[in-house]
């Protein structure tokens, strides 16, 4: 059983730089009482003055007693993600409360072929759930669409590779929107309806497909794959738009 969702106090174990603009802190969560992939927290950040922010963040890691991952791309301008990136440090702490999310959650209890389509910092909760499906006995097969701008902007990129390499049942491709690699046969642009598989009816019924980024990216996947046959309810989708307050 999983308690009430409340405020807790975590301490920055470790941090991971994934790309010059990205980070992921490792936390230590005291009594931590586990997630499924895809669910978020929400951090609160107060100054010395008393005042707070609070912004949701998805949650990397795959299930761990005690720990947590958050990987955190820096929004310029930003109020929080600044220095989650920046600022941050091993030993700082802050409060958290989670998970948080029942709709966009994928546990090894799901059968179903999966098709994660993730722009940006929406690989994140994606990530935990390939995390996750290596982790388990489960051998449903994962299709991951990462969209970056470019592949000095992909987070997790040597584990994604290794992923891909190691696991057959786990397709990984890429869609770069402002340049790729020189061996590309694909031009730089934004995800449309050629990078998306085409399957049979009876295929596309039987999916789980989980579309993660900002909000005009996660709107356009949608439409696309809409448009291609796949039924709604087939589609859950998360938005990473401004969580401010
Ligand atoms: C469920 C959920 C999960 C999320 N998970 C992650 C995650 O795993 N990693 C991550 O890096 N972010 C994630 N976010 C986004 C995160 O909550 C913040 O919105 C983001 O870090 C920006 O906060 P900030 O305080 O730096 O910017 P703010 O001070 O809130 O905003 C500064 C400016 O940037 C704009 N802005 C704010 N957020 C975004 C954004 N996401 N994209 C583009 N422009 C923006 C604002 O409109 C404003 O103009 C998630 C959001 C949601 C709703």
Same mark, same amino acid.
């Given at each position: 059983?999983?308690? #009430?969702?409340?405020?807790?106090? @975590?301490?920055?174990?470790?941090?991971?730089?994934?790309?010059?603009?990205?980070?992921?802190?490792?936390?230590?969560?005291?009594?931590? #009482?586990?997630? =499924?992939?895809g669910?978020?927290?929400?951090?609160?950040?107060?100054?010395? =003055?008393?005042?707070?922010?609070?912004?949701?963040?998805?949650?990397?890691?795959? =299930?761990?007693?005690?720990?947590?991952?958050?990987?955190?791309? *820096? @929004?310029?301008?930003? +109020?929080?993600?600044?220095?989650?990136?920046?600022?941050?440090?091993?030993?700082?702490?802050?409060?958290?409360?989670?998970?948080?999310?029942?709709?966009f959650?994928?546990?090894?209890?799901?059968?179903? #072929?999966v098709l994660l389509i993730g722009g940006g910092?929406g690989i994140?909760p994606l990530m935990?759930m390939v995390?996750?499906?290596? $982790?388990?006995?489960?051998?449903?097969?994962f299709h991951l669409i990462y969209s970056a $701008?470019?592949?000095?902007?992909?987070?997790?990129?040597?584990?994604?590779?290794?992923?891909?390499?190691?696991?057959?049942?786990?397709k990984i491709e890429f869609v770069?929107?402002?340049?790729?690699?020189? +061996?590309?046969?694909?031009?730089?642009?934004r995800l449309t309806s050629?990078d998306l598989p085409?399957?049979? *009816?009876?295929?596309?019924?039987?999916m789980r497909i989980y579309i993660c980024g900002p909000?005009g990216f996660v709107e356009s996947a949608s439409q696309l794959l809409l448009?291609m046959?796949h #039924?709604?309810?087939t589609i859950r989708t998360e938005r990473f738009?401004?969580?401010?307050?």
């Amino acid at each position: 059983m999983r308690g #009430p969702i409340r405020w807790r106090r @975590v301490r920055v174990a470790e941090t991971l730089s994934e790309t010059r603009t990205a980070r992921t802190l490792v936390l230590d969560v005291p009594g931590w #009482p586990g997630h =499924d992939a895809g669910q978020h927290v929400d951090v609160r950040l107060t100054a010395e =003055d008393g005042y707070t922010a609070q912004r949701s963040y998805s949650i990397a890691s795959a =299930d761990a007693r005690d720990r947590l991952e958050l990987t955190i791309q *820096e @929004v310029s301008a930003g +109020e929080v993600s600044p220095y989650l990136v920046q600022t941050v440090e091993v030993g700082d702490e802050f409060e958290l409360r989670g998970p948080v999310g029942g709709w966009f959650r994928w546990t090894s209890a799901v059968t179903n #072929p999966v098709l994660l389509i993730g722009g940006g910092s929406g690989i994140v909760p994606l990530m935990a759930m390939v995390r996750a499906r290596v $982790r388990s006995v489960s051998q449903a097969p994962f299709h991951l669409i990462y969209s970056a $701008r470019t592949p000095d902007h992909v987070l997790y990129a040597n584990e994604l590779f290794q992923v891909a390499t190691a696991t057959n049942d786990i397709k990984i491709e890429f869609v770069f929107t402002r340049g790729g690699l020189p +061996e590309d046969a694909r031009r730089p642009g934004r995800l449309t309806s050629v990078d998306l598989p085409v399957l049979d *009816e009876s295929v596309r019924d039987g999916m789980r497909i989980y579309i993660c980024g900002p909000n005009g990216f996660v709107e356009s996947a949608s439409q696309l794959l809409l448009a291609m046959g796949h #039924p709604a309810a087939t589609i859950r989708t998360e938005r990473f738009g401004p969580t401010g307050g």
